[in-house]
Each structure stands twice: as C-alpha cells, then as structure tokens.
C-alpha cells in the first residue's frame, strides 16, 4: 500500500502543566533577522547572482531590518566574496548586524573571521545538530559527543574574536533539529556553549532554536520554548530566538506563539522562501502584529517594491492569495462582501480606528489602492457594482437602480466567463440609462406657479422642428408628466426618482435617475446634467423614449385625429 499512514508516529507532546503563554498577548515586536540571503539562497534553483545579492540586502536595510544573515562564507566563496564586498564597500550601515552561518568545526570558523574582518558589528551563528535522529543514524554519537562537538565550537569562535578586537561581535548558537531533540538534552547543550560565552559577563548571545522540520502543531513548539526559557542558565542574559519552517504550513503561527512563550527573536524571510515548503515568512508576520496595532518596527507600506524585488532575486512568483502580498487579497467579488466593504467605508472617517467588514487593514497602508478591493464578476452584487461608480465615477445610484443595473452587469459577466473591468461597467451604465435620443433631448425649459400649481413649458428634439409640451401639476414632474400624456396620448405613472449633487471633477454638477411605467410598461433612465431639475426632466424624457421611440409624431397625429373626430 502506497498511502499508509501506519508508518508514522504521533509527535509527542511536551508533559507541561504549568504553560502560560496562552494568556499572553504579544504587545512588542520581537527583534527580527532576515535570512533570505542565507537560508533563502540556497533553497533557490538558481542561487542569486551578486547583483541580485546586492539588490536584497539594499531592500531588507531599506525596510529598516537590523540584523540580517548574508551568507555562509566558510562553505562558499560568493558567500565569502559578498561578505568581502559589502564590508570594503561600506555597504552596511553603522546599525545594522550582519550574521553569517558556520558549522561549528574550527577550520570553518577561522574562515568566517576572515570573511568578517573590518566589520563594525557582526553575529558569528555557529551550529550543530543534536536530535535524536541524527545523532543516531547520522552521526551515530552519543549525546556527550554532540555536546563536545557544540562545546568545541564555541570556544574556537570565542578565540578568533578575540583576534578582532574592533568588531562589535554577538555570538549565535544553534541546537540544529531543536524540535527533534530532548528538552533536557538541548538545554544541557545550550547550557554548555554559554558556559563557554559567558553571557552574564557582558558578551551578546542569541540561542536560536530552529524547528528546522516543523514536526508538530504551533502549540507543541510554543511548549518547548517556554520549557527551555524556564530551565536554560542565564536566561536573562542571552536572547531567545526561533527560526521556524513551513513543512506543516503553520511556521508563522509557530513563531508567533513562540514568542508568546518567551522568545525574543525570530528568524525568517521576505515572502517566507526556503527550504522545502519555506521559511518563516516575515511580510506575514510583521502585517500580522500591524493588524493589532503593534509596531513592527519595520516598514513595509512599498509592498509593490517589497514583491518586484523578491520575484526579481529569487525567480519566484508571488502567489496572487499570499497574505498582504498578493494580488488578489484585498480583493471581494462576492456581492455580499461588496456590499459590506462599501457601506463600511462610506461611514468611515478619517481618524477613526479601523473597522471594515472583510479587510483586516486598510490597502492604502500597502499603497494599495482601493481600485483593487472591489472588481466585478458573476458572483458580484449590487453594491460591488454601486461602488465602482461612486469610486471611479463619482456617480452614486439609488438601491432600486442599482439592484436593476447589477443584474444587467451580472448577465454580461455570465457571457464573457470573466472579470468585468470598471470601463466596461460604465459603458454598459451609460449605454442603457443615459444614451439620449436626440428627438427627446431638452432643449429649454420653463416652470412657474399658478393657481392650479406648476406651469411647465417645456422644448424637446433637435433640429429646426423641436417640440413644445406645456401641462400642469402640483410639480415639476407631475406638471411635465401631464405634457408628455396630452402630447402623446399615453398613460404615465412615476414609480421612483432620486437626484444626486456629484462634487468636483465633473462636467456636470447633478444626477438623476427616474423609473416609470408607460402604457403599463416599466422603463428606467438616468441623466447628468448641470442641474438637478435638467437631470430630471432629461431623464423622464429618456425612460418614455424606451416605449414612444421615434413613434412620437405617430402619436401626435393619432391625438389630432382623435380631437378632430370629437
């Protein structure tokens, strides 16, 4: 059987009664390290060139990280020679760490010192593996030999640092497979090497403890830290950090209530590259504590840069659903989320805390723009319809319009089998509800009370033969409807008419949109115009034009010869 599940075994849990990082809010940001340039590179078909090197690392100090991993140059020389460049270059900033990877096997380590020479600050991270599994069927060692191997390391990068006395050093150990390791046993180590570092008389330590596999669920891991922060020696002397992966799909989760259990650090990338299903990603965990309203202390608001660049180095492409990075996720076609999305921000002011159905943060903060939140398909509504014309337009529409004109929009979408853009959309407005027939086009208008209420005197058509209406009501419409049923000898009952002011940035400085039945028959038309009155009046004219038509001077003649008869 090729599918058998029978062949794994459950991870076990860490045996804690005492966890309390459940009831912990995160409130601060943790220091983060970037490594797209280390553990990022190497998990890349195609490693970066030094430009594209170059070009990351320009990114990550632009958005304001201050520790970032560039390379392994005791295993690599363009890892070497990148270290080599950004250092003779002056290239780093004065506050900004810059950490490289080594084994902890002395030749490798001397070399690492030497890729470093010159630099102002810098973090030696020295590793070794101790889980279980590759202790015993990699290395096939005993625990004291993984110790030694750790112990040894630590001693070899405390003496060459001594040998650099103008560099700014922290020294970084990683227990490698952390998650696949006894917690007992991984402290002793951690213990051992700080021993050795002697955090408590000054120099800077990281312990960084990598679920290299991520093995269990998120809260499995946040255990395990918290267990090494209660058990580990000089524990407030050295910084905790994490470098999760994604094998399980939960490395942000992960790291996230890691440092809800203690840690201090975490370790990932831009876009969450690496190693086979990824790194930590950075982007979604950075716009996950700005959600909250804690600052990240780094600025991602470029988020366009932030992908152009990333797809640019490594040759990925950013799924368009990546959390805050992709294309579509601050996109509703629904049109019930649509709907949401307008009312919510029609309400908003400017200062108000943010509160919108269905967008966890505003777009503009990623220089997003609200283009990009509502577009248009079959799956779309009324109010996602409504509110490209209020965007893009400036054009507002009242409901029964707008349940009208969705329903138009949303038979073209069927038709076409995808996206509506907003031209289309506002052609297909204007080409049903505000084409004007010239031979019902107003021409002039004239409105005055009497005693029987309005006179209204109306011109309409084109050309040298324009037609006059005059007719009588308690208003303007009730007074041009009775024009328009002597003139044509039909019946005319208004269902509904709204006029809207539209604000700057238009021709025209109102909007009216008018439903009515003629002869039993429902028609809709809209008008802009450079008053409402005119709107109104074009508009009326237009929705009987959809049932009179061209047939006018047929009725005018049949209402003569009907006057005749009599």
């Not at 998650?179 to 008389?201: C, F, H, K, M």
């Not at 529409?397 to 949303?410: A, G, N």
């Amino acid at each position: 059987m090729a599918f058998d599940h029978r062949k794994y075994v459950a991870f076990t849990p860490v045996a804690k009664t005492d966890r309390r990082w459940p009831d912990k809010v995160i409130t601060t940001a943790p220091r983060f390290c970037a490594v797209d340039l280390r553990d990022g590179n190497q998990a890349l078909v195609k490693p970066m060139s030094v430009a594209q090197k170059q070009r990351m690392f320009d990114l990550l100090v632009k958005l304001g990280f201050k520790e970032i991993e560039i390379g392994f140059p005791a295993a690599s020389q363009p890892d070497f020679d990148f270290c080599r460049k950004l250092i003779e270059e002056g290239r780093v900033p004065d506050d900004v760490h810059i950490q490289v990877l080594t084994q902890a096997r002395p030749e490798l380590i001397e070399r690492t010192y030497e890729a470093l020479k010159g630099a102002r600050k810098a973090i030696v991270h020295v590793y070794n593996s101790t889980s279980t599994v590759q202790r015993e069927q990699v290395f096939d060692m005993d625990r004291a030999g993984i110790r030694d191997i750790a112990v040894n390391g630590a001693r070899v990068v405390k003496a060459n640092a001594e040998k650099y006395p103008d560099t700014e050093w922290t020294f970084q150990y990683s227990p490698e497979s952390f998650t696949g390791t006894e917690l007992d046993y991984a402290a002793e180590v951690i213990d051992s090497v700080n021993d050795v570092w002697r955090p408590d008389q000054g120099q800077p330590v990281v312990i960084n403890l990598p679920a290299t596999v991520e093995m269990a669920t998120p809260n499995v891991f946040a255990d395990q830290i918290e267990w090494i922060c209660d058990h580990v020696r000089y524990r407030e002397h050295i910084c905790i950090s994490v470098h999760t992966h994604n094998d399980r799909g939960c490395g942000v989760a992960a790291a996230e209530l890691a440092v809800m259990a203690g840690a201090d650090r975490v370790e990932g990338t831009l876009m969450g590259n690496g190693e086979r299903t990824g790194n930590m990603d950075l982007v979604t965990m950075a716009m996950n504590l700005y959600s909250q309203g804690v600052d990240p202390k780094v600025d991602l608001s470029g988020m366009a840069e932030i992908t152009d660049v990333v797809e640019a180095c490594t040759e990925i492409s950013t799924h368009p659903r990546h959390p805050y990075a992709g294309e579509l996720v601050f996109t509703a076609f629904s049109g019930s989320h649509q709907d949401a999305i307008r009312k919510c921000l029609s309400k908003r002011k400017d200062g108000d805390a943010w509160h919108v159905a269905y967008l966890p943060i505003d777009p503009r903060d990623l220089n997003r723009r609200y283009e990009e939140v509502v577009r248009i398909n079959s799956q779309s509504g009324k109010g996602g319809v409504a509110y490209v014309l209020e965007r893009d337009y400036n054009i507002s529409l009242p409901r029964w319009l707008q349940i009208e004109f969705s329903k138009l929009v949303q038979r073209e979408a069927e038709t076409n089998g995808g996206e509506i853009d907003s031209l289309t959309i506002h052609r297909l407005f204007e080409d049903r509800y505000l084409q004007v027939n010239r031979a019902w086009e107003l021409r002039s208008y004239d409105l005055h009370r009497d005693d029987e209420g309005v006179a209204a005197t109306v011109s309409i058509g084109s050309g040298d033969s324009p037609v006059t209406l005059e007719g009588h009501g308690l208003g303007a419409v009730e007074a041009v409807s009775a024009a328009l049923e002597s003139e044509y000898g039909v019946q005319l009952a208004v269902e509904a008419y709204d006029e809207f002011a539209l604000g700057e940035g238009t021709n025209a400085n109102a909007l009216a949109c008018i439903r009515v039945t003629v002869n039993g028959q429902h028609c809709s038309a809209a008008a802009l115009a450079e008053d409402t009155t005119s709107a109104t009046l074009q508009a009326l004219f237009s929705a009987v034009s959809q049932v009179v038509g061209e047939a006018r001077q047929q009725g005018a003649v049949s209402k003569a010869a009907a006057e005749a008869g009599a």
